[in-house]
């Protein structure tokens, strides 16, 4: 997986420690949208293709083909279904959030 | 060295000359053309290397200074009256955004009515930006505080635009001897902007102009306020170093005439203060025991230094060229507010000339001090008193 | 040039990890060409959804340069960064401004206009929601006919938008701007092939890119890439450029797919009465027969 990965991150807790200015470095991610989800794409590998119109398509990206089957990141995954419905051997299925949480 | 006879607008041209932007965007306004006239004749015959962009409003003139200074290069911009409310939004945005931007501003009378004229309508309403704010009294100190300007804004713990202001048509169309400093001197006082932590480069990605929510949003700006409040030390050290280069000091936030004595203080801001002057000197040698305080900085607000120097006087005039309506002088709010906060208790009288570029004459300048001397000796004045009206009240 | 596809697109994310939501045209646009960009880009945002949802202290979602303006500013700060760059010798770097709708063709549209008179060296990229969608779905310049929003509310009265889109497309190809385009999320291919055009286009460039949004256009968040290729088929929209003067249409279809179909998928076409639909039908016959009258060689 090769994507831009969460930072730990505090608020400064003194004012000099503030950035000057409206001012904050760049790839900069210090909360994860797992949360959003109510259903959660899953690829099934065996139908999977790799035409990679899902990676395409993703409004956010977090579909990863660097590795030799594709991944999701589901730090960042807002389960908004895009892959599921383009994906023209329907390798991808929507399941419950819910099912996958302990 | 070399002296030339220019107006105030020239000379801001050759200051900004001198101080080397490396973007100049431009958009005319009576009464600061003259300036962005003189700059792109300096573009064009190479005396000035700046990229000289003519864009289509005020707002955007300012957004694009925004621009240049976010990846850490030079900008300069001048405006004057309705072109500054039409970029209103952009002040707080530079000065939040910590942009070492230099803008000239012509102080004109705001519509309505319509004025060309001279007054301070205009930057009155901008002193909330964020934005240093400087008044100068004539054209050498116009020229000299355009390059100060940088100097101040670039310091690495300011970090923060300033705004030059020269009196609409009084100062930026009247001509006088100006020296104009060598540019190896210049170069030497003002060398090139170091790339300042909150910009833009492809080596160090940054977001700028960012948003920050409700739990951050107040520290953002306290931080803010704490510089703008420490940028006083930078500014009276750049008035000396300024001062020890070329030979003129000009006492840094504020400059005292003659007030160690005074009974009565007039507080002024921009040209007017040298007509003050002379009118003073001729009290002085009537007896009267007068002053002047030239407040050069409005913004910081020399609250310290105003009350040492305010201390002792019994009667405190401050001369607006502007009017909060519904309520008085901006000048005065602050001049009052510093003296309370400090203790000092001196009659103090709000004089409102000047507006829509009504004259003020040594005559009327002279009467401000009699009345103010007669306020010290007990006899009460009322607060705002207009100066030159042409008419009953 | 070589032609861009899934496979040989980078897998680095340059904007990532934003608040858009799920599904968001727009957020997709902006990531397949940030991608295309790359890293030396400063990109340049007015206040607007894409600069609402990726700069919030501390979250930052673009992995590079990136600086939010003004709302009517997005193409004079660019103008100034632009600059700022060439001042300082800083070279191979690509300054794009990507503004709304209403950041474009309504509050933005001065500062756009002066840029492209001045030929400035930036790529301005309208994406086109079709409303003010970041301060909750009111009607912008670019609304088009017949749209629910919630300043043009549909009624006993009102069909909602009574006005047709504003031709921003055309608008700025009578500035006589080097390279011009129209794109659409639903045809990737085609939107990348123009991004790559923008790059290597000396002096000004504008992609015009519709992008739906699943929360102001009402339908399900999975269908954006699928409804905006519908917008493209059944007419509503357009894929063309403007190139060295000349107008060029990159896909003029026999027949159209019925707009109903494609108008019927959303909540904001909701109430549309046949007349209505008609009216819409009316005004794409009449655009798509002057532009092939004037732009077929």
Not at chain 1, 13 to 40: H, Q, V, Y
Not at chain 2, 54 to 69: D, N
Not at chain 2, 205 to 229: H, M, V, W, Y
């Amino acid at each position: 997986m090769n994507k831009p990965k969460l930072k730990k991150w505090q608020d400064p807790d003194e004012i000099s420690k503030f950035p000057m200015g409206a001012t904050c470095k760049s790839d900069n991610l210090t909360s994860i949208n797992a949360g959003w989800r109510t259903f959660r794409p899953v690829i099934d590998q065996s139908k999977c293709i790799n035409c990679l119109r899902c990676f395409l398509v993703c409004p956010d990206g977090v579909i990863d083909k660097s590795g030799s089957e594709l991944e999701i990141d589901y730090d960042f995954c807002k389960g908004c279904g895009v892959c599921a419905f383009e994906c023209k051997v329907k390798a991808i299925t929507m399941k419950k959030e819910s099912d996958f949480n302990g | 060295m070399v002296k030339k006879f220019i107006c105030g607008d020239d000379a801001v041209a050759e200051g900004v000359r001198l101080a080397r932007p490396h973007v100049i965007s431009a958009y005319p306004i009576t009464p600061q053309t003259v300036t962005v006239e003189k700059l792109s004749e300096f573009v064009e015959d190479g005396s000035l290397k700046a990229e000289y962009i003519h864009v289509e409003s005020e707002h955007s003139a300012l957004a694009c200074a925004i621009g240049v200074s976010s990846v850490g290069a030079r900008a300069f911009t001048a405006t004057s009256s309705q072109g500054l409310l039409y970029m209103a939004e952009n002040l707080p945005y530079a000065s939040g955004a910590r942009m070492p931007i230099v803008m000239m501003v012509a102080n004109r009378s705001i519509a309505l009515p319509w004025s060309i004229y001279g007054d301070q309508m205009d930057s009155m309403f901008l002193l909330n930006s964020g934005w240093i704010q400087v008044y100068v009294e004539d054209a050498q100190e116009a020229l000299d505080m355009t390059i100060q300007a940088y100097k101040i804004a670039e310091t690495r713990e300011v970090m923060l635009p300033v705004m030059v202001n020269l009196d609409g048509f009084v100062l930026t169309h009247t001509y006088e001897v100006v020296e104009i400093p060598a540019q190896e001197m210049v170069d030497n006082f003002l060398p090139t902007i170091k790339m300042p932590d909150n910009s833009m480069s492809m080596e160090d990605p940054k977001s700028l102009c960012i948003s920050a929510g409700n739990t951050t949003n107040l520290e953002f700006r306290i931080k803010q306020q704490i510089d703008t409040e420490n940028s006083v030390s930078v500014i009276e050290k750049v008035d000396k170093e300024f001062g020890d280069m070329f030979g003129r000091y000009y006492g840094g936030m504020l400059e005292a005439y003659q007030c160690e004595d005074a009974e009565a203080v007039l507080v002024a801001t921009g040209s007017i203060t040298g007509t003050s002057r002379i009118v003073l000197d001729e009290l002085r040698k009537e007896g009267k025991k007068v002053g002047l305080l030239k407040l050069r900085y409005l913004r910081p607000f020399p609250t310290a230094k105003l009350a040492e120097i305010l201390e002792n006087v019994k009667a405190v005039g401050v001369l607006d060229k502007s009017i909060s309506f519904g309520y008085e002088g901006s000048i005065f709010t602050n001049v009052n507010s510093a003296l309370l906060q400090s203790g000092i208790m001196p009659e103090t009288v709000n004089f409102i000339g000047g507006l829509g570029g009504r004259d003020i004459t040594k005559q009327n300048i002279r009467e401000m001090f009699e009345s103010l001397l007669a306020s010290a000796s007990g006899e009460k004045q009322q607060t705002l008193q207009y100066v030159n009206v042409r008419c009953k009240l | 040039m070589e032609r861009l596809n899934a496979k040989n697109l980078t897998n680095n994310e340059l904007f990532y990890g934003h608040k858009a939501c799920g599904g968001c045209g727009e957020a997709l646009a902006v990531r397949i060409a940030m991608k295309i960009l790359g890293e030396r880009t400063v990109s340049v945002l007015p206040a607007g959804c894409m600069s609402a949802v990726s700069f919030n202290y501390p979250h930052m979602c673009f992995t590079n340069n990136a600086i939010i303006t003004p709302f009517a500013a997005t193409a004079s700060v660019a103008t100034g960064v632009a600059a700022g760059l060439r001042a300082l010798g800083v070279e191979n770097t690509h300054t794009v401004g990507f503004a709304g709708d209403g950041g474009t063709a309504d509050i933005g549209l001065q500062a756009l206009s002066g840029a492209i008179d001045r030929n400035e060296q930036i790529i301005y990229f309208c994406n086109d929601n079709e409303a003010y969608m970041n301060t909750g779905i009111q009607k912008s310049g670019l609304t088009p006919y017949g749209s629910k929003t919630t300043t043009t509310p549909a009624g006993k009265n009102l069909p909602g938008s009574i006005t047709m889109k504003k031709n921003m497309f055309e608008i700025v190809a009578a500035h006589g701007i080097p390279y011009a385009a129209t794109a659409s999320i639903g045809y990737l291919d085609d939107f990348m092939m123009k991004v790559q055009k923008a790059m290597a286009t000396k002096g000004t460039s504008y992609i015009h890119v519709m992008a739906p949004c699943p929360t102001g256009w009402g339908y399900p968040s999975e269908i954006t890439v699928s409804l905006a290729k519908e917008a493209v088929d059944s007419g509503l929209w357009f894929l063309a450029e403007y190139e060295d003067g000349e107008f060029t249409l990159n896909r003029n279809p026999k027949e159209f797919t019925p707009a109903r179909d494609y108008l019927k998928k959303q909540i904001r076409f909701k109430h549309l009465t046949e007349v209505d639909i008609n009216t819409i039908e009316e005004h794409r016959d009449k655009t798509w027969a002057r532009m092939r009258k004037n732009w077929m060689r």
